[in-house]
C-alpha cells in the first residue's frame, strides 16, 4: 500500500454528526432506541453534539418512508429549513443541509441558503445529492428520469449555475437543464458555504472533486472500504485539487465490551423490519441507473437480506471501534469522518468521552471537547 498523504496526527480530524431528522434514524428495527425524527430531538443532537465539540452537523433529505412496522423515516423534517432552526440555536458547530438538485431550481436554493448564512456566517455547508429512489421524488411528482450520466450533467449544470449566482452581480444561463435571464441575488454569502457530495463512482468522485469542497464515502476498515476512499484521493491529485477533502461516513454500534455491543447488534437484528427493508431495496432497483449507483446497491443488498443495522456497521467495545476507526481514518487518508449510531444522546456522549481519547492516545487528533489542550 501506497504512503499516506499525511499521518493522523498531523491535523485534527474533522468529526461531525448525521443528525436523523426521521423517525428510526438507520435501524430499521422495533427493539432500537426510540428516534421520533422531531424537531426537538434534532435540536437537542445539534446542542450537545456542540456541547461536545464536534464540528459538523448534517442532515439528510428524506420526503418519504416505508411500510411496516416500524412506519421506517415516514416522520421526517425537510433538511433545510430544520437546518435553519439548528443555525440559530447554536454558535459555533457547522451546520449542513442536504438538497436533492433535481427538484430545487438553483436559483431559488442560492437564495435560500444565501438567507441561512446570514444567521451562521461561515457555518452554513451544502449537501448535493444527484438522483434517489424514484419512489421517494415520483410520489410528489418530483422525479426526473435520468440516466446516470445525465444525473451528474445536471448536478453539474445546477452548482456552476448556484456558484455563480452566489459571485456575480447578474447572471443570464441558457443551458441543456436550466435557463436565467438578467438573474439578481442578493445578499451574497460572506463566507462561500461548504459543498459536499456523497457520489462513490468513479463518475461520482469527478463531479465531486471538480465542483465540491469534500466528498462523503461510507468507510470500514475494510480492504474495499480504504482502496474507495484512497482513490478519491489519488483522483483529487490528478485533478490538481490539493486541498480537496473526504470524509466518511461510519455507522458505528458502541458497548462497554464486544460482547455487549454484538449483543445489542443481536436484539435490534430480533426486531428488524423486514416489510420496510425489502420495500426499500425494490424501490431503490425501480432506478434505472441501480447497476452504477453506490446508494442503490447499498439499499438493494440491505432488502436482499434484511439486516436492522446499516450496511457496513462497524460493533465492538469502545477501545475496539476506536482502533478501528484510527485504521479506517489513517490507511484511508480521510480528512474526516460523519458517524452514524443508535442512541444519539447516550452513544455521541460515548463518542467524546470514551472513544475520541483512545483514537487521540493512537495519534488522530480530533476537535472534541475531551482532547482540547
Known amino acids: 500500500m501506497n504512503k499516506p498523504l499525511f499521518r493522523a496526527g498531523d491535523k485534527p480530524v474533522d468529526v461531525g454528526v448525521f443528525v436523523p431528522n426521521h423517525n428510526g434514524g438507520w435501524i430499521a428495527s422495533s427493539n432500537s432506541p426510540t428516534i421520533p425524527g422531531t424537531y426537538d430531538s434534532i435540536l437537542e443532537i445539534a446542542l450537545r453534539s456542540e456541547q461536545l465539540g464536534f464540528d459538523f452537523a448534517l442532515t439528510p433529505a428524506t420526503w418519504r418512508g416505508y411500510d411496516g412496522v416500524t412506519r421506517f423515516s415516514q416522520i421526517s423534517l425537510e433538511s433545510v429549513t430544520a437546518m435553519a432552526g439548528l443555525a440559530q440555536a447554536t454558535t ?5 443541509a442536504t438538497v436533492h438538485m433535481m427538484i430545487y431550481p438553483p436559483a431559488v436554493m442560492a437564495k435560500m441558503i444565501a438567507t441561512l448564512e446570514q444567521i451562521a ?4 455547508g451544502l449537501n448535493l445529492v444527484t438522483g434517489s429512489n424514484p419512489k421517494a421524488l415520483s410520489h410528489m411528482g418530483l422525479w426526473r428520469d435520468l440516466d446516470h450520466a445525465e444525473r451528474y450533467e445536471l448536478g453539474e449544470e445546477w452548482i456552476q449555475l448556484v456558484r455563480r449566482i452566489w459571485t456575480e ?3 443570464t444561463h441558457s443551458g441543456k437543464f436550466y435557463q436565467t435571464e438578467d438573474c439578481m441575488s442578493y445578499p451574497k454569502p460572506s463566507v462561500m458555504p461548504t459543498v459536499v457530495c456523497a457520489g462513490m463512482s468513479e463518475r461520482g468522485f469527478r463531479f465531486t472533486i471538480e465542483n465540491c ?9 475494510t480492504e474495499k472500504s480504504i482502496a474507495r476512499s484512497r482513490r478519491a484521493k489519488e483522483l483529487a491529485e490528478e485533478l490538481q485539487k490539493p486541498d480537496f477533502k473526504t470524509y466518511g461516513l461510519l455507522s458505528l454500534l458502541p458497548g462497554a465490551t464486544d460482547a455487549e455491543a454484538e449483543e445489542k447488534a443481536k436484539y435490534y437484528n430480533e426486531g428488524v423490519d423486514r416489510v420496510a427493508l425489502m420495500q426499500q431495496g425494490e424501490e431503490y432497483a425501480t432506478d434505472k441507473s441501480a447497476k452504477v449507483n453506490s446508494a442503490a446497491k447499498l439499499f438493494i443488498d440491505q432488502g436482499s437480506a434484511p439486516n ?10 469502545f477501545d475496539t471501534l476506536a482502533r478501528r476507526i484510527h485504521t479506517t481514518i489513517t490507511e484511508g487518508q480521510l480528512d ?38
Open 92 to 96: 459555533r458547530i457547522k451546520i449542513w
Open 121 to 124: 456566517p461561515g457555518r452554513v
Open 169 to 171: 452581480d447578474r447572471v
Open 213 to 221: 469542497d469534500a466528498a462523503f464515502m461510507t468507510a470500514d476498515d
Open 308 to 317: 436492522a443495522l446499516f450496511p457496513g456497521t462497524m460493533v465492538g467495545s
Open 336 to 373: 474526516g469522518i460523519m458517524i452514524i449510531v443508535p442512541d444519539f444522546v447516550q452513544d455521541i456522549n460515548d463518542f467524546a468521552t470514551k472513544i475520541a481519547p483512545t483514537l487521540e492516545a493512537l495519534g488522530t487528533r480530533t476537535n472534541l471537547a475531551l482532547n482540547r489542550g
